[in-house]
């Protein structure tokens, strides 16, 4: 069975790019356009990862995941936050609240790819 990916992001033309390459990997892929939906849909499909965007619309990347973190029933779901937020305070931030990795933008499409593969293989 595939695994899920959740793509949260309010960039629309990055949300399509991400998804198409996501699905030609082989990923059972749905797409959130801001962090309200992100963390709803998170809620109800039960993601085995989540790509997010730090900066979105609603709730902030930073805030999902933090959220993600403390329900023990979503622990167990690998995040990769994806921001233009280059800071080392910013990646701190993001590492301290639980994301598994921390890619900064802009990103090579290949290594993102190459995350998401080893933190699903981690999981299993």
């Known amino acids: 069975m595939a695994s899920k990916v959740l ?4 960039e629309a033309n990055l949300l399509i790019s991400l998804e198409y390459l996501m699905q030609r990997q082989g990923f059972d ?8 939906e992100a963390m709803k ?9 989540v ?8 709730e902030s990347g930073f805030e999902i995941c933090q959220q993600v973190r403390a329900d023990p029933s979503l622990r167990h779901i690998r995040i990769v936050m994806l ?10 931030k993001g590492k301290a609240l639980g994301a598994d990795a921390y890619i900064v933008k802009p990103f090579s499409t290949d290594d993102l790819v190459r995350q998401v593969q080893i933190l699903l293989k981690e999981a299993r």
Do not use: F
């Open 7 to 10: 793509i949260a992001d309010n």
């Open 29 to 36: 892929v749905s797409m959130a356009r801001d962090g309200t």
């Open 41 to 49: 849909m998170i809620r109800q499909q039960r993601p085995d990862l």
């Open 51 to 58: 790509v997010l965007d730090v900066m979105m619309p609603g």
């Open 83 to 92: 921001s233009a937020k280059a800071r080392e305070t910013d990646i701190a």
